[in-house]
């Protein structure tokens, strides 16, 4: 639920963290759903008729989160394709900080999927989600991880097409495997239509990742998207893909390095469940920020106790907040929020200011959506994230509207 909003403009003043830079002194001007004003407080001139807020001493301002890669929450699990589970999960995340994130599917029975997609279509249309994910069908079944062999197949143009044509342009990004047969078919289909081609779930050696994510990076410069918004990204880097060997690199080596050159956008779970957070401060301090998408891969148990789940037609326990596939132990997703993950990758080492960047601006900019959120700039939506120094949240703003957010 939200608050109506208010008619007179609003100043927060507080500590800005947007852009990959810290403002000590900062504030806010909010006038309807947009920003008018996002700097140093000495910089604005305050009126009379607005109304003004004086956050706590060290209290953040951050742009809404950003979530590419998101299962549900909740007890609301985006992969069983049900409008009241689906509502739930999307209200708590964005009253938890996320006001911006892609519906999530896992590989399931075509029927299934096209459900679910036309689901997500309407959703989109309503402006509760930026778009959709499909992880899979078209996967390794030997790095499947949570996916259910039962449903994996070698890419299928035809059973593509449909699910594209059920997308209505709503499908943002789909999850492949470049070494299965048509595969390379299966990147000209996505690329032609807009949709960002995300390598993962895979057994490729290095050659064949980096020829795929260099083959996906031409088709979107071909259809018309520029360097930012036109690379490939890599699901969940190290997660559903063999461990990088000195002799044997596999496709996190080309990941890493197509990355570091900024042909490629690498997700990372952050949440000291799926990466040691070594690993984290490891990949940050070689890529750099803006090559990395902080992600959740959050599943429907997020936000709630230890227990059983489902993620899709899967049986899920999570125990201790770790959640793992009843059949084979594997990860199955993960239960953190986003604002969790940001300050766990900051508890690593790595620059705040970094970490928002990859759950802000960088993820904006692979939606195609930088002229409308990801900072705090001119212009932009109104989504804002107040926390304390610690990363306890204390508000959330979606296109200017406050949002209730659990105490």
Known sequence: ???????????????LI????????????????????????QSYQPDAAVEETKLAPGTLVLPGLVDVHNHG??????????????????????????????????????????????????LCKEGLLAGIHLEGPFLSEARCGAQDPAYLLSP???????????????????????????????????????????????DADAGTAATSLIQAREGLAAAGFDGNTGRPTVTHLFNGMPPMHHRSPGPVASCLRLAKAG???????????????????????????????LVTDSMAATGLSDGSYRLGPAQVTVHQGVATLDATGSIAGGTATLLQVVFRTAAAGVPLESAVLS?????????????????????????????????????VMRGGNWLETAK
Do not use: C, W
């Open 359 to 395: 759950a802000t601006a960088v993820p904006a900019r692979a939606l195609g959506l930088s002229d409308e959120l990801g900072g705090l700039r001119r212009g932009l939506r109104a989504d804002l994230v107040i926390a304390d120094a610690k990363g306890t949240l204390q508000a």
């Open 18 to 41: 947007t852009d990959g830079q810290r403002i000590p002194d900062g504030v806010v001007l909010i006038e309807a759903d947009r920003i008018s004003y996002a700097g140093p407080a």
């Open 73 to 122: 929450a909740a007890g609301g699990d985006f992969p069983g394709g049900q409008e009241d589970s689906a509502r739930k999960a999307i209200d708590f995340l964005h009253r938890h900080g996320t006001t911006t994130l892609l519906a999530s599917m896992v590989t399931a029975a075509e029927s299934d999927l096209l459900r679910g997609v036309e689901l997500y279509v309407e």
């Open 156 to 202: 299928d143009l035809d059973l593509a097409q449909r699910l594209i044509d059920a997308g209505q342009g709503k499908i943002v990004t789909m999850t492949y495997a470049p070494e299965l047969p048509g595969a390379a078919a299966l990147i000209d289909l996505l690329t032609s239509h807009g949709i960002t081609p995300s390598l993962g779930h895979t």
């Open 1 to 15: 639920m939200t608050s109506s909003a208010p008619t007179a403009p609003r100043a927060i003043y507080g500590t």
């Open 263 to 293: 042909k490629a956008a690498v997700e990372l779970v952050a949440d000291n469940t799926h990466l040691d957070p070594q690993t984290v401060l490891t990949v940050f301090e070689l890529l750099g920020a803006q090559n990395i998408l």
